[in-house]
């Protein structure tokens, strides 16, 4: 069984910050990619930002230059830092992790999401 489990949402007034974090943990051989995606009301989910353990990361257009990524591989936990918050990022954010279980299985897990709330 593996289980991300992300941390870190809350309210913040536009042109704030934030910090999520999501750590994996369970019967876990090795992660190959983790990353964030969101989905506001209404609306499909769609990729933030996802970190390869090779290093290379990748970013949605309407968020480069405002979040960072970045993992910890030792801990297998996965950070995103968000910047210059507008409303628009206001949604369910949902941590990605894609590994091997010990068991040779690869798929993709998913947290059970966090709120971020941009208003004032």
């Known amino acids: 069984q593996v289980q991300p489990v992300e941390s870190g949402g809350g309210l913040v007034q536009p042109g704030g910050s934030l910090r999520l974090s999501c750590a994996a943990s369970g019967n876990i051989f090795s992660i190959s990619a983790m990353g964030w995606y969101r989905q506001a009301p209404g609306k499909q989910r769609e990729l933030v930002a996802n970190?390869?353990?090779?290093?290379?990361?990748n970013y949605a257009d309407s968020v480069t230059g405002r979040f960072t990524i970045s993992r910890d591989n030792a801990k297998n936990t996965v950070y995103i830092h968000m910047n210059s918050l507008k409303p628009e990022d206001t949604a369910v954010y949902y941590c990605n992790a894609q590994l091997t279980t010990r068991g040779g299985l690869f798929a993709a897990y998913w947290g059970q999401g966090t709120q971020v709330t941009v208003s004032s």
């Open positions: 970190a390869a353990s090779g290093g290379r990361t």
